[in-house]
Nanobody
Framework: QVQLVESGGGLVQAGGSLRLSCAAS????????MGWFRQAPGKERQFVAA????????DYADSVKGRLTISRDNAKNTVYLQMNSLKPEDAAVYSC???????????????????WGQGTQVTVSS
């Protein structure tokens, strides 16, 4: 079992930055790929970024490439999402997810993950 708790969301002006954190419980964190997804009101959940268990490989949605960076600290059981140059269209609830049983090939689909956090709200003012 893996429990995930996100933090770091808030209100920021367009062009600003935020860093989201996702703290995981459980002894298996080092063995799971992690992902970030977002969901805006009235829209489907959207893939944002993912990283392998070691953090050595990452993947990003085209819409965030070059602005958002996923990283992890396995010693702290935490995955991060550094968000720079934020745009109003980045506003959403951001959730982290753990793929204990999923495969890396399914990293961009919500169905590829087994555990989810409750989400943290990011609001970007123009």
């Amino acid at each position: 079992q893996v429990q995930l708790v996100e933090s770091g969301g808030g209100l920021v002006q367009a062009g600003g930055s935020l860093r989201l954190s996702c703290a995981a419980s459980g002894r298996t964190f080092n063995n799971v790929a992690m992902g970030w997804f977002r969901q805006a009101p009235g829209k489907e959940r959207q893939f944002v970024a993912a990283t392998t268990s070691s953090g050595g490989v990452t993947d990003y949605a085209d819409s965030v490439k070059g602005r958002l960076t996923i990283s992890r600290d396995n010693a702290k059981n935490t995955v991060y999402l550094q968000m720079n140059s934020l745009k109003p269209e980045d506003a959403a609830v951001y959730s982290c997810a753990a793929a204990r049983y999923g495969r890396w090939s399914a990293r961009r689909a919500p169905s590829g993950y087994d555990y989810w956090g409750q989400g943290t709200q990011v609001t970007v003012s123009s």
